[in-house]
């Protein structure tokens, strides 16, 4: 235990090093335009966005969730935890390629299916991103809710709601810039987290040689499945749902869209690939944590293996390893609220409220959305910490992905996908698996009740079956080079005013070619 003095004098210190970091950020980066806020200006280097979507990857849930993915089925739940995570990362690649090569201009991915379709597709599509941004931010907020306050006996409430206020202000005043920036300091951080401190705490319990044979005592029969990579008991129960919902979930995060339209566009597939490899490692190395928890309790829950194995740590190991969670925690929170905030500023309020509105309006409505967000994912982190299961609710935020990951491939090469297909296949979709998720948790009656998995598998056959059927039914004949154009930006271009991006004037001023860039 680090005691509350220790740990309000951690959550202390953090909040001012990255309140202060953000601060120079703004004033180093000049994010004073609509661009620079939610993509970087099109010109973050390789180094810093890869570093910063693995460590979003690299999320806080991974300290709860492959412990208790090991204390469910123990040395399998390695790999059904770490297969989709790497897998999403990966299934991202072909349609950050495509994306790159149709709409180089964009700012937020999902703007696309305006040009792509219409307002009802744009409308259908930043619903199911909105909630599933809100959803991540939930997960990494719990997290940061359990751990911190479980190991400092704070009020878990307490510790998320000075998170969320330090994570909305630091957004607030940098935007993607400050979530990359801080994602870097916090990706090393995850580095000194993955490589010292959970050796350490093998170690602080005899090596890996007491672990094991403690956990075959502790396990008796069940020693054998346990200790087997083969054991797919729970196949069904962890890995499949995971797989189908946050496996394919990166298509859909906003957050790593963020990152890829951010990056220069030759180097897309570069970070995405060094990012999933470098999540392995990570959750690789998480899942000790579980194992001690195993070698030492014989009466701890699965839910409660990490903070009971990390309270052996000595104090001083576990002050250290609270300061550096904090950082793994906020640079997924912070990832999160940024796409939620750029959403609201270009798709709902300059795209459907006001198309007139300057960018300083589009900046300014951006910036309010950090901190009503912030208080949005805090409400509802509070509602879920005494409502679900941690596993439950991973498990469950992936439910998003199902209804737009076949409909947005057939958009993007099959130029037939008519904006009816669509919609229908995107809002089916969810209709039917929100109906199927409330009877499967009891909330309506349904006979039979279908396991979790099977709900995700539905979701992605309807939503991918309604929109080709529709398609094919009345067939759209896009022509995919009207939708593009190609600024400097895309490519990693240099401002006119002697800065580092191109500046905006206007809502559209970021969308437009310019001069004086690295023109392909």
């Known amino acids: 235990m680090v005691g509350q003095l220790g740990g309000y004098g951690l959550l202390a210190g953090w909040g001012i090093g990255m309140l202060a970091l953000s601060y120079f950020v703004f004033k180093r980066q000049g994010v004073t335009d609509t661009s620079e806020f939610i993509t970087a200006g099109g010109r973050a280097q390789l180094g810093l966005t890869t570093a910063s979507f693995a460590v979003t990857w690299m999320w806080a849930g991974d300290i709860l969730g ?21 897998l999403s990362s ?16 964009g700012l937020t991915y999902s703007e696309y299916f305006i040009e792509r379709f219409g307002d009802y597709a744009h409308l259908a599509v930043i619903t199911v991103i909105l909630y599933t941004m809100v959803l991540g931010g939930v997960i990494q907020l719990f997290v940061g809710g359990t751990v911190i306050g479980g ?106 869209w963020q990152r890829v339209f951010a990056v220069r566009r030759d180097k897309t597939s570069r970070f995405l690939t060094i990012g999933g ?24 829950a699965p839910g409660d293996l990490s903070v009971e194995a990390l309270g052996l740590l000595p104090n001083w190991a576990a002050f250290v390893f609270l300061g550096v969670a904090l950082m793994v925690l906020g ?6 609220l940024t796409a939620i905030a750029s959403l609201t500023s270009r798709d709902i309020y300059y795209r459907h409220v006001n ?57 993007l090469f099959w130029p037939k996908t008519s904006e009816q297909g669509f919609v229908s296949g995107v809002v089916v979709s969810q209709l039917v698996t929100a109906y199927l998720l409330m009877a499967n948790y009891g909330v309506v009656f349904s ?19 309604v929109t080709a059927v529709l398609s094919g039914v009345s067939p759209d004949e896009f022509e995919f080079d009207t939708i593009a ?6 490519d990693g271009g240099v401002r006119t005013d002697g800065g580092d991006a191109a500046t905006s004037d206007g809502p559209d001023a970021a969308e437009q070619p310019e001069t004086g860039g690295d023109e392909r």
């Not at 709601?161 to 630091?170: D, K, N, P």
């Not at 005043?173 to 990359?180: A, K, Y």
């Not at 640079?331 to 999160?336: A, I, K, Q």
């Open 355 to 411: 198309q007139d509105a300057s960018d300083d309006q589009q900046l300014r409505v951006a910036r309010g959305a950090s901190l009503f967000f912030a208080a949005v994912i805090f409400g509802a982190t509070v509602f879920a910490l005494g409502t679900v299961s941690f596993v439950q609710l991973l498990l469950i935020g992936g439910i998003g992905a199902t209804a737009l990951v076949g409909p947005f491939a057939l958009s």
């Open 90 to 105: 990966f299934v991202v690649i072909p349609f950050a390629l495509r994306m790159r090569e149709l709409f180089p201009q």
């Open 485 to 490: 154009q190609e600024p400097a930006a895309a």
């Open 151 to 256: 190991l400092a006996g704070i009020d878990p409430n307490i510790v998320m709601a000075i998170l969320m206020g330090v994570i909305g202000v630091y957004i607030l005043v940098g935007g993607l810039w400050s979530s990359m920036t801080t994602d870097f300091v916090q990706f090393v951080s995850a580095i000194i987290l993955t490589l010292v401190f959970v050796p350490l705490l093998m170690f602080e319990v005899g090596g890996p040689g007491v672990v094991y044979d403690n956990m075959v005592a502790n396990l008796g029969d069940q020693s054998s499945s346990f200790l087997s990579m083969a054991n797919t008991n729970f196949i069904e129960a962890l890995f499949l749902p995971y797989a189908l919902g946050l496996g394919v979930w990166g298509v859909v995060s906003l957050a790593t």
């Open 66 to 86: 492959v412990p208790q993915y090991v204390g469910i089925t123990g040395v399998a739940g390695v790999w059904m935890y770490a297969g989709p995570a790497v």
């Open 331 to 336: 640079s997924s929170v912070d990832s999160y």
């Open 447 to 465: 006979t039979p009740s279908l396991k979790l998995w099977e709900i995700m598998a539905i979701g992605h056959l309807v939503s991918t079956t």
């Open 277 to 300: 490899i470098g999540v392995f490692t990570t959750i690789a190395m998480y899942s000790v944590i579980g194992f001690v928890g195993l070698s030492q309790f014989t009466d701890v």
